[in-house]
């Protein structure tokens, strides 16, 4: 499953490499594109539960994202 959802602006380096080490930490972590303005997470459909949506609203409140990427693979995952 991939999500794609934009980056904080005014994104440092810095900052950009430690958002990419918590996305990375996520409990069903596949892979991450960077696109320059947006990043396309790719979410393992095998582990995809509760607890790893939880994990990415609580990063995507703490960097201050669009949480509304979010919400269609609540629904998908509150489904199985």
């Known amino acids: ?4 959802f934009s980056k904080p ?3 440092s380096e810095g900052k950009n ?7 990375s ?3 069903s972590y596949k892979n991450l594109d ?8 790719e979410l393992d459909n ?4 509760f ?3 939880k994990q990415l609203f609580s990063l995507f ?11 269609s693979l609540l629904q998908m995952v509150n489904m199985k």
């Open 1 to 4: 499953m991939k999500i794609l």
């Open 9 to 11: 602006q005014q994104l």
């Open 17 to 23: 490499v430690e958002l990419v080490a918590q996305l």
């Open 25 to 27: 930490g996520v409990l």
């Open 34 to 41: 960077d696109m320059h303005t947006h990043f396309l997470l």
């Open 46 to 49: 095998e582990t995809v539960e």
């Open 51 to 53: 607890d790893s949506i």
């Open 61 to 71: 409140e703490q960097w201050n994202i669009d949480q509304s990427p979010l919400e």
